[in-house]
């Protein structure tokens, strides 16, 4: 099994920045394709960012631009690097894995980390 731990949420102002982690740890390697997910209250949880093993990475159109999503193998960790920061990105952030190349099937899920952005 793995386990996904995210950390770095908080409150920020708008148009500041705001880094995630995520810390896997059991079966890493079972692990394959990583990403972000996030759910505002009301609506469905989206795809944010996800990136391979390799380090290909894709983004939301909404955030293009804005973050940057990066994964240290060593470490065993992904970050998510949050720039222009909009009351609109509030939401919770999941962090996310597969098994697969692709995150396009989630198979391990983070508990989730509350980002509030005020304006």
């Known amino acids: 099994q793995v386990q996904l731990v995210e950390s770095g949420g908080g409150l920020v102002q708008a148009g500041g920045s705001l880094r995630l982690s995520c810390a896997a740890s059991?079966?890493?390697?079972?692990?394959?394709?990583m990403g972000w997910y996030r759910q505002a209250p009301g609506k469905q949880r989206e795809l944010v960012a996800s990136?391979?093993?390799?380090?290909?990475?894709n983004y939301a159109d909404s955030v293009k631009g804005r973050f940057t999503i990066s994964r240290d193998t060593a470490k065993n960790t992904l970050s998510l690097q949050m720039n222009s920061l909009q009351p609109e990105d509030t939401a919770v952030y999941y962090c996310?894995?597969?098994?697969?190349?692709?995150?396009?099937?989630?198979?391990?899920w983070g508990q989730g980390t509350q980002v509030t952005v005020s304006s």
């Open positions: 059991g079966r890493i390697f079972n692990i394959n394709a």
């Open positions: 996310a894995a597969s098994a697969l190349s692709t995150l396009r099937a989630v198979h391990y």
């Open positions: 990136i391979t093993s390799g380090g290909s990475a």
